[in-house]
């Protein structure tokens, strides 16, 4: 139960911290059977696939690192499923916000694409 406050609670720092910087929500815990997307945004033209990643302390790389191939191909997947539900395809990208501890939050833009 305290993980997914926890997790809650840094869902929506990440959203707020996006919208900040111009971002329109679409989409929050978007789910699937292969799996589920933490937010999906719009910023411009640009559909935006968020992975929110919170960790208290920076050990083994912090919340970054925490983004394995495995959960990429995860989030790669849900993210073809959310697209086959639209009628055009817009440009996508994949970012990552990184929370640690009581640091601002890390917008890591493009964190990975969708390449082999």
Known sequence: MLKSLLGQSAEARAEAFLQTHGLKLLARNWRCRF??????????ATL?????????????????AS???????KLLAAARQYLAALKTL???????????GGAPPE?????FDDVG
Not at 35 to 44: F, H, K, P, S, Y
Not at 48 to 64: I, K, N, P, Q, T
Not at 90 to 100: G, I, T
């Open 35 to 44: 799996g589920e997307i933490d937010l999906v945004m719009q910023d411009g």
């Open 48 to 64: 935006v696939f968020v992975e929110v990643r919170l960790r208290s302390r920076a050990d083994f790389g912090g919340a970054a």
């Open 67 to 73: 983004v394995t191939a495995n959960k990429q191909r």
């Open 90 to 100: 817009p440009p996508c990208r994949f970012d990552v916000v990184a929370l640690s």
């Open 107 to 111: 917008w890591i833009m493009n964190a």
